[in-house]
């Protein structure tokens, strides 16, 4: 078992920035992958950006490249999500989520946090 606590979301301008923090817990040596994800409100959840916990290579969805980075701290089991040039389109609750197993789904996830972007 893997336990996934977001924190960091809040209420910001359009244009300004927020970091996202997971902490993991339990069997996180079992992680091969971690993922933010997001959904927004009568939408589905959809991928945001990924870091394989041991080689830190990266993938974002092509409508967060260039404004949000994705980074991991081995030593604190924690993962970041740094958005900048936050849009109102950005506003969901995000979601951290981790995968186990290459090719397979995002087993265990988080409760979320909230992001609000204001025009």
């Known amino acids: 078992q893997v336990q996934l606590v977001e924190s960091g979301g809040g209420l910001v301008q359009a244009g300004g920035s927020l970091r996202l923090s997971c902490a993991a817990s339990?069997?996180?040596?079992?992680?091969?992958?971690m993922g933010w994800f997001r959904q927004a409100p009568g939408k589905e959840r959809e991928f945001v950006a990924s870091?394989?916990?041991?080689?830190?290579?990266?993938n974002y969805a092509d409508s967060v490249k260039g404004r949000f980075t994705i980074s991991r701290d081995n030593a604190k089991n924690t993962v970041y999500l740094q958005m900048n040039s936050l849009k109102p389109e950005d506003t969901a609750v995000y979601y951290c989520?981790?995968?186990?197993?290459?090719?397979?789904?995002?087993?265990?996830w988080g409760q979320g946090t909230q992001v609000t972007v204001s025009s």
């Open positions: 339990g069997r996180t040596f079992s992680s091969y992958r």
């Open positions: 989520a981790v995968q186990r197993v290459p090719g397979a789904s995002y087993d265990f």
């Open positions: 870091i394989n916990w041991s080689t830190s290579n990266t």
